[in-house]
């Protein structure tokens, strides 16, 4: 690996090795910024378009919070605040934002921001042409922009949508220029155009997209530690599949972070002195597996229960992640906006409440096998296990199998192609739905669980509510989240709809996603962006 | 060529260079026939696999597109058309040339054979010289030295021979660049970056060309000549490697021609594992993605070179060994 040679610190060419280690130790303890220098980040996933309007994956968001500036901020209490839009009003009915922006923010091709630009950056992401999943999908309820003048616009959406000031804090829906916009969508992927604190300048494919600085950047947004230029010359953002590969390099100093460092290398990381550990739970709806309420055995709710209480998930964290990921037993994660912790108790192991609450279900009998069986059928339960499954999360599984049979319930693991998942889950042939949601807003919870999302989308026939819940009453409650600006209002409702996900015992839910970077003794200032827990290298600086 | 066939009657000379040319006709028409059943084969299996590739273009699973996203990415790559009129117009652009664009990548196909294939070539090239850098160092110099050491060295050979690209770049992982750090364990930028995977994929390959050329050397060893030219006073090297290994080494250059097919399934692998770029990680990705323009356009310039590198090989021996020809008319 070509180790950029950077202006040392004169001190330390003349010294000798233990005298040059010793000056370097003295930086990493000192907490003025340098400025300039060459930070290498090392991620596993290559994202497939840098522009993040497009699709819309995890890493695409990781790469573009580092170009891209949003409309709003969000902190890490999940309070909404300024960015590129200075203040905003909302009408009464919920249906018209408007924004007031910033006046002095230029894009990195010249081209100013201007309500005209927001307006061309919410339609390229409505627009379907953009195949924009992540984006396009959380402002279905976009109508259209109007163009006030230069610095006011009005957003005009078609019912009420309280979450979307959030999901516009998120980097996905981050603010581009409508000059680069106007070019073709995969020119766009290549080399996007935000008004950043860094721009891209090559990308070299499944190798790594270099960074360089935006000399002229001077709109942080008030959640940073700084304002002004990034200190940062230059990011190399690398991608290392292997994580025991992305590990060794952190540890050998040729690269200064990694993302989703292993949970099997967060006890090393620890104990390495020279490596720090920034370890983050994302919001939106943890790790689970989805109930298919639409077939037996569970469409019955006392089986739903009695598969949750009988899955020893603590058990089966500790020995798959080392104890690295906490349970997250509620159906939003720690991290969401209006999380309520009053679910963590809800899916404890209970296995004598579960073999009751079987017997009541009428799976009384036993065959041969020591399974439960109601009218000479098994009690039985599939769960679909992708290619891509991470082989701990499979073992996960394993652990949790080896639990419910102890109440007489079998669990099948169901190894397939990922498109075999796609098919089966189209046509509802599953028990249980492996998955998780990484949003900044508890409205997860209607794209989850709500019956407007059992509705197939398009042809392809897959829907998001894989439980099947369908409950007009639950459908109510999240829209009346959705037309209040009111937080206590808001919270409010979102306890209650939380409430009801958890009696329904929808998911299984397991761990909470996180962001887990390993740190070298060379970079500072690394930290987390909070809408979805995304590495911000604005404040980050570099002492080698 | 078919000039050269009708010049080309009477002349011994050219009556051999014709029937080379029509043999090299014929292989090539039966090249065209292997790439038109590996483009349709993977076609179909692809098309027919369960599942929709606009989900995997959309960003899978957890992706949440609005139903009109879906229809206008399904109408953008024609996937709305039924099964044969795609497969028509998708042989009808190959016939021209045209690979098209990858759905995954956002970029033409030929753009992505470009820019990976280099380090493809690079890794599999300096892997097909190593393994015969080894063979020569280790199964030249050993071949018919007694039981003892031609058992030692066999056995190595077919150990090596059995040994798994993933295994192995695994274990080099661990020892070159995790322990002892002589070498970066990714990336793709450096001459350094090449000695490892390069490694992992020659040590296999050398085993199997180093079981076949020690048999044949061995035989040649055996043979008058060598007694000859030992007799004129040649020092043992000298003999080995000046007349033996010429005649010993056709079975092990045939080898290599199949080596290339093998090569290119375990850079996937090593590519993978060392994190460098190239068309074998591009390929499994694509696969896994159902980006069906860049599977079928990276399976179709791997059997391409294959197919390429056989008739090659196969030319050669005829005109290397025309008795080859009078066997197989």
């Known amino acids: ?544 | 060529m078919s000039s050269a066939t009708s010049l080309a009657v009477t002349d011994p000379r050219r009556e051999r260079l014709a029937a080379l040319g029509r043999r090299a006709v014929i292989r090539l028409a039966g090249g065209v026939l292997v790439l038109w059943a590996v483009a349709s084969l993977t076609f179909f299996a692809l098309r027919l696999m369960p599942g929709d590739p606009v989900l995997a273009i959309l960003g899978g699973p957890s992706a949440n597109p609005s139903p009109e996203t879906i229809e206008a990415t399904r109408k953008e790559y024609g996937l709305d058309q039924p099964l044969a009129v795609q497969y028509v117009f998708y042989l009808g652009r190959l016939l021209q040339g045209d690979l098209g664009v990858s759905y995954s990548q956002h970029q033409p196909v030929t753009q992505v054979l470009a820019e990976q294939g280099g380090a493809t070539l690079e890794l599999t090239v300096a892997a097909l010289l190593l393994a015969w850098l080894l063979v020569l160092l280790l199964t030249v110099v050993t071949a018919g030295r007694g039981r003892l050491v031609g058992g030692l060295a066999s056995m190595a050979e077919t150990l090596s021979a059995a040994l798994p690209h993933f295994w192995l770049g695994v274990v080099l992982l661990a020892v070159f660049a995790f322990g002892l750090r002589w070498f970066p364990p990714a990336g793709s930028d450096s001459l350094a970056s090449l000695v490892l995977p390069a490694f992992s994929l020659a040590i296999p390959l050398a085993g199997f060309i180093a079981q076949v050329t020690r048999e044949s050397l061995e035989l040649t060893l055996d043979q008058p000549f060598i007694l000859t030219a030992r007799s004129r006073g040649l020092s043992d090297l000298a003999v080995r490697f000046r007349h033996a290994l010429r005649h010993a080494l056709l079975p092990g250059v045939s080898l290599s021609g199949w080596a290339i097919g093998a090569l290119i399934s375990g850079a996937v692998v090593c590519e993978v594992i060392f994190s460098r770029k190239g068309v074998g990680r591009q390929l499994y990705q694509a696969v896994q993605v159902q980006d069906l323009p860049l599977v079928i356009g990276i399976s179709l310039v791997v059997a391409a070179g294959y197919v390429l590198a056989n008739i090659l090989v196969d030319l050669l021996y005829q005109w290397i060994d025309p008795r080859q020809q009078e066997a197989k008319p």
């Open chain 1, 1 to 544: 690996m070509n180790h950029p040679i950077l202006p040392l610190i004169p001190l330390c060419a003349a010294l000798a090795l233990v005298g040059c280690e010793r000056a370097e130790q003295r930086t990493v303890h000192s907490d003025q910024p340098v400025h300039g220098g060459t930070l290498v980040y090392a991620t596993d996933r290559e994202p497939t378009c840098l522009d993040p309007h497009v699709a819309g994956d995890m890493p695409q968001v990781f790469v573009a919070q580092q170009y891209l500036d949003s409309l709003v901020s969000m902190d890490s209490d999940g309070r909404i605040g300024p960015w590129l839009a200075t203040r905003w009003e909302v009408s009464a009915d919920g249906l018209r934002y408007t924004f007031h922006l910033r006046r002095d923010v230029r894009f990195t091709d010249g081209t100013p921001f201007n309500a005209e630009a927001v307006k061309a950056n919410l339609d390229h992401m409505a627009d379907p042409k953009t195949q924009s999943s992540t984006a396009g999908g959380y402002i279905r309820q976009y109508r259209g922009t109007d163009v006030i003048d230069d610095y006011t616009a009005v957003v005009r959406l078609a019912t009420p949508y309280a979450a979307f000031l959030e999901v516009l804090a998120q980097g996905f829906l981050g603010i581009q220029s409508p000059t680069a916009l106007k070019r073709s969508r995969d020119q766009n992927c290549e080399s996007p155009v935000g008004s950043g604190p860094f721009k891209v300048a090559r990308w070299d494919r499944q190798n790594q997209v270099e960074l360089v600085r935006n000399p002229d950047y001077n709109w942080a947004p008030p959640t940073a530690k700084h304002q002004g230029p990034a200190y940062l010359e230059r990011i190399v953002w690398k991608f290392i599949q292997e994580p025991s590969v992305r590990f060794a390099s952190l540890q050998a100093g040729e690269v200064d972070v990694i993302e989703t460092l292993p949970p099997e290398s967060h006890e090393a990381a620890r104990r390495n002195p020279d490596v720090e550990l920034i370890v983050a739970q994302r919001p939106g709806n943890p790790t689970n597996g989805t109930f298919n309420m639409r077939r037996a055995p569970f469409d019955d709710i006392r089986v739903r229960e009695a598969f949750v209480r009988s899955a020893d998930v603590e058990g089966a964290l500790k020995s798959v992640y080392f104890g690295e990921f906490p349970r997250a037993a509620g159906p939003l994660s720690v991290a969401t906006p209006f999380y309520s912790g009053d679910f963590e108790d809800s899916q404890n192991y209970q296995p004598a409440r579960a073999a009751k609450l079987l017997d009541e279900a009428g799976w009384t009998g036993r065959d041969a096998d020591g399974y439960r069986t109601k009218d000479g059928k098994r009690l039985s339960a599939t769960v679909l296990i992708g290619a891509r499954t991470p082989p701990s999360e499979l073992t996960l599984w394993e652990q949790v199998q080896a639990t419910t049979r102890q109440v007489g319930l079998e669990l099948v693991l169901d190894q397939m192609s990922d498109a075999q998942v796609t098919a089966r889950q189209a046509a509802w042939d599953y028990d249980i739905r492996t998955g998780y949601w990484n949003t900044n807003t508890p409205d997860v919870l209607r794209i989850i669980f709500s019956s407007a999302f059992v509705q197939p989308a398009g042809v392809g026939g897959y829907h998001q509510n894989s439980s099947g819940y369908a409950d007009p009453g639950f459908d109510a409650l999240l829209e009346s989240a959705l037309a209040t600006q009111d937080p206590e209002q808001r919270r409010a409702l979102y306890h209650r709809a939380q409430q009801q996900a958890a009696a329904q015992y929808l998911q299984l839910n397991t761990y909470p996603q996180s962001t887990r970077l390993g740190i070298y003794k060379t970079a500072h200032g690394v930290r987390l962006e909070p809408s979805l827990a995304v590495t911000y290298l604005y404040d980050a600086w570099v002492s080698k």
